[in-house]
């Protein structure tokens, strides 16, 4: 929608939507007349939707780099031929709650990496048309997964989708990145184009190193040296030949604690020598 809808309904207006939802039954959905998408698998009930990126940064939840601070906004467009009104205004319409129109299942998955998610959700609608929006505000912390043996090591990969009924498809138009840019040139922004469901891979990188160098205390000495000592040569090389900006802050910490902890094995490893 390009006009802003208004939130305070006339007595007119109330009046009229009450009528129109008085016969409304919101457990059947609108006609595939103006939402149909034809494609070579079969024939779906379209929804239009447009993604905003709003805020994406480092969240470290209990000394863990793994969390992504997630901020994004979903559109969601469709028509209900059943919701037009000739005598109201061509400014779209912010529903109340009492109003409430059929709606998508929609779902963000997957559910152990997006459980922190919270989501707020409006209705507008277009009087003259019958186009419906529906709103989704996401917000909380997205769990991110690393490939720890493979270089660079720091890389993150934070992924997400959306997915709803069998029948129903996602069509993506527009992602806006809204972000600022220092977050734009450090997370990296990537829509994967799937079948069945609209997905979203978000590339980045961790100043917080040692959550994937230092290994679990349950090891031996030995075990210690044979996981560590690939990845410690690994990691010095690369601060070395310049690779790694050893100017911030919070990494010259991570390599300091790095340090320590190899002198703590080479310790362990002179003790069993002897």
């Known amino acids: 929608m390009k006009e802003t809808p208004h939130w305070n309904l006339t007595p007119e207006e109330r009046a009229d939507i009450a009528r129109k939802f008085k016969y409304y039954h919101k457990s059947v959905r609108p006609s595939e007349e103006f939402n149909m998408l034809n494609t070579i698998n079969g024939t779906f009930f379209r929804l239009l939707t447009q ?44 529903l109340p709650d009492e109003f409430t129109p059929w709606q998508p299942r929609i779902q963000i998955l997957p559910l152990l990496t997006t459980q922190t998610i919270q989501s707020q959700k409006s209705i507008h609608l277009n009087p003259k048309n019958g186009l419906i929006t529906f709103v989704y505000r996401f917000s909380g912390q997205l769990f991110c997964i690393s490939d720890i043996w493979k270089e660079p090591f720091e890389k993150y990969s934070c992924q997400f989708w959306f997915e709803t009924e069998l029948d129903e498809r996602l069509q993506l138009t527009v992602i806006r990145d809204l972000r600022p840019t220092e977050q734009i040139n450090k997370i990296g922004n990537e829509y994967v184009p799937t079948f069945g469901h609209l997905q979203h891979h978000l590339p980045s990188s961790s100043n917080s190193l040692l959550h994937h160098y230092v290994s679990s205390p349950k090891l031996s000495g030995n075990q210690q040296k044979q996981q560590k000592s690939p990845l410690f040569s690994n990691y010095k090389r690369r601060i070395l030949s310049g690779k790694e900006d050893v100017n911030d802050e919070r990494r010259q910490r991570a390599i300091a604690q790095l340090l320590n902890e190899m002198e703590r094995i080479r310790n362990i490893d002179n003790d069993d020598n002897e």
């Open 51 to 94: 993604l905003e990126l709003i805020d994406t940064r480092e969240f470290e939840f209990g000394n863990s780099p793994n969390y992504l601070g997630l901020e994004f906004s979903l559109f969601v467009h469709f028509r209900d031929d059943r919701l037009q009104f000739r005598d109201l205004n061509d400014l779209p319409i912010s």
